[in-house]
């Protein structure tokens, strides 16, 4: 019997062919993290400077002795206008305007886009063109009717209102995401459900919401993101006793009290933009799963 020189599990290395598109690949993705990384270096830096290493104005050296005092005053006593509480109220403000920002406006669009996808009311397809119509108009054209709405209703300058205005504005994308997600679901499911007795309410609780997960966390990672980098409806709706973090944070800059504070100011950006850095870091495979199964589908 010939003896077989080709075993079935071939040892060494795989050679690997270096090619031109390659290449190409990793300079652009190198040549992007660093446009998008400097900045933050250039912030970090800063902030751990001292006002002297500042004013000796070279922004891209790392600090001899770095401190995080900056960071401190930042957070506990930086003013913002005639009060000098620093970021940590707004950073407050910011999360009792999140959570039901974040909660009101996915449960009714996804209830909204069941309703869509799979019961069909009549003239559910001319509201749901409506609302895509609603997604490309200014939302700057709304806001005087909303203010006089608002102020008509009594909402206007507190924490509902700011609610209200988030949860109206984030109601179109909130309803295509789920529509869309629900559609590409087999309509067999629906059916057989329809089949064993399920009405409206016990089909979406105990069928298309487990099911939701991966839609819910792209909901969930657009909404926080949305409102916790909002300035103008915040500064707009809140009210002087809820202002967020975004318009604290443009206080303590535009504060003038003796010379301007750059290591201040950078640690209360980089303290505003905390949140949503760290949700898109540790969620943004869920939110790349939760596209990819369907979001974008139908």
């Known amino acids: 019997m010939a003896?077989?020189?080709?075993?079935?599990?071939?040892?060494?290395?795989?050679?690997?062919?270096?090619?031109?598109?390659?290449?190409?690949?990793?300079?652009?993705?190198?040549?992007?993290?660093?446009?998008?990384?400097?900045?933050?270096?250039?912030?970090?830096?800063?902030?751990?400077?001292?006002?002297?290493?500042?004013?000796?104005?070279?922004?891209?050296?790392?600090?001899?002795?770095?401190?995080?005092?900056?960071?401190?005053?930042?957070?506990?006593s930086a003013c913002t206008g005639l009060s000098c509480d620093g970021v940590q109220a707004g950073f407050l403000n910011s999360i009792k305007i999140l959570i039901p920002?974040?909660?009101?406006?996915?449960?009714?669009?996804?209830?909204?886009?069941?309703?869509?996808?799979f019961w069909r009311p009549?003239?559910?397809?001319?509201?749901?063109?409506?609302?895509?119509?609603?997604?490309?108009?200014?939302?700057?054209?709304?806001?005087?009717?909303?203010?006089?709405s608002l102020a008509t209703v009594g909402l206007y300058g507190n924490l509902g209102g700011i609610v209200a205005v988030h949860t109206i504005f984030a109601m179109p994308i909130m309803i295509l995401l789920f529509r869309n997600y629900y559609a590409a679901l087999p309509l067999d499911l629906f059916k057989a459900a329809r089949v064993d007795g399920g009405n409206f309410w016990t089909i979406f609780w105990r069928l298309m919401l487990p099911m939701s997960a991966p839609i819910i966390i792209v909901a969930v990672i657009l909404q926080v993101t949305g409102v916790w980098n909002d300035f103008l409806f915040g500064l707009i709706f809140a009210g002087r006793d809820n202002l967020p973090m975004t318009v604290q944070l443009n206080n303590i800059v535009n504060t003038a009290r003796g010379a301007k504070e750059y290591n201040v100011h950078m640690a209360a950006t980089i303290l505003t933009a905390m949140l949503p850095l760290l949700v898109y870091l540790f969620s943004g495979r869920w939110f790349v799963r939760g596209i990819a199964s369907g979001a974008v589908k139908g």
Do not use: C
């Open 3 to 76: 003896k077989n020189i080709f075993p079935d599990h071939a040892s060494g290395a795989r050679p690997r062919r270096i090619v031109a598109g390659r290449v190409g690949l990793y300079v652009f993705l190198v040549v992007s993290a660093v446009v998008f990384l400097f900045p933050l270096y250039v912030m970090v830096a800063t902030s751990l400077k001292s006002m002297d290493e500042v004013r000796q104005g070279s922004i891209f050296t790392w600090p001899v002795y770095p401190s995080i005092e900056a960071w401190k005053t930042a957070w506990f």
């Open 101 to 117: 920002s974040t909660l009101l406006p996915i449960a009714l669009g996804s209830v909204t886009g069941y309703a869509l996808s």
């Open 122 to 148: 009549k003239g559910g397809n001319i509201l749901f063109g409506g609302l895509l119509l609603g997604m490309f108009v200014p939302y700057q054209v709304f806001i005087y009717p909303l203010v006089r």
